[in-house]
């Protein structure tokens, strides 16, 4: 199982630096901002979740975390020009690392005996606190409080996850499908431009 961790916190880092540094680059960042924003990008989520937990922050104690971030933003910084002919590079990126970090934010979860609401909390918290930091960073209104689905989706993927899991469903259905479901659900809500309603203040 530690070693599922493991592979998922890698891959979801690097996914997540990737998504930072390019949201970064169409900011117009300086190369040191590149880094700056998918080093907080890659490791927000995860550093709350540690700490709401009482558990050691996972990057401060294993330098191969900060070594992933830097060459996702590597990566981004020498391909930008290669991405740039795919539009829906950045969305892909984000919503692999989303779907990454709210399983793995689950696990973890289960793995300290926490009850079912806890591990839902904890799951959106590792999966989408990066990228609140990151809009918040680049002076945008973050992705969460506006009418696009995207916490939900993770509530979603977790709560599926979960069920899965309660109900000792094959350990390979349990681990692929909650993450196949987070990345089809935001590529359709996305699409579709589906959303939740929005509330307005009248003036």
Same mark, same amino acid.
């Given at each position: 199982?530690?070693e599922?961790?493991?592979?998922l916190?890698?891959v979801?880092?690097?996914?997540l ?5 390019l ?7 300086d190369?040191?901002?590149?880094f700056?924003?998918?080093?907080v990008?890659?490791?927000?989520g ?5 700490i709401?937990?009482?558990? %050691?922050?996972?990057?401060?104690? %294993? ?11 590597i ?8 991405l740039?002919?795919l ?5 892909v990126? %984000? ?27 904890l799951?959106?918290?590792t999966?989408?606190v990066?990228?609140?930091l990151? %809009?918040?960073l680049?002076n945008?209104?973050?992705?969460i ?6 916490a939900t ?17 094959g350990?390979?259905i ?5 993450v196949?479901f987070?990345?089809i ?6 699409r579709?431009?589906?959303?939740l309603?929005?509330i307005?203040?009248?003036?």
């Amino acid at each position: 199982m530690e070693e599922i961790y493991s592979i998922l916190m890698m891959v979801g880092t690097f996914v997540l630096a990737i998504s930072g540094a390019l949201t970064a680059m169409e900011r117009k960042f300086d190369v040191f901002g590149v880094f700056i924003i998918a080093f907080v990008t890659s490791i927000g989520g995860g550093t709350l979740r540690d700490i709401l937990i009482g558990k %050691d922050v996972f990057w401060i104690f %294993d330098p191969t975390y900060p070594y992933i971030i830097m060459g996702g933003s590597i990566f981004a910084l020498v391909f930008n020009k290669c991405l740039e002919y795919l539009r829906s590079t950045l969305l892909v990126f %984000d919503t692999v690392g989303l779907a990454l970090f709210t399983i793995l934010g689950a696990e973890i979860g289960l793995s300290y005996d926490l009850n079912m609401l806890s591990c839902v909390i904890l799951a959106t918290i590792t999966g989408v606190v990066g990228g609140v930091l990151r %809009d918040v960073l680049v002076n945008e209104v973050p992705v969460i409080f506006r009418k696009e689905i995207y916490a939900t989706i993770s509530i979603a993927g977790a709560s599926l996850y979960l069920l899965l899991k309660l109900y000792n469903v094959g350990y390979y259905i349990t681990e692929l499908v909650p993450v196949l479901f987070i990345i089809i659900l935001r590529f359709i809500v996305v699409r579709y431009k589906i959303s939740l309603p929005g509330i307005y203040k009248k003036i």
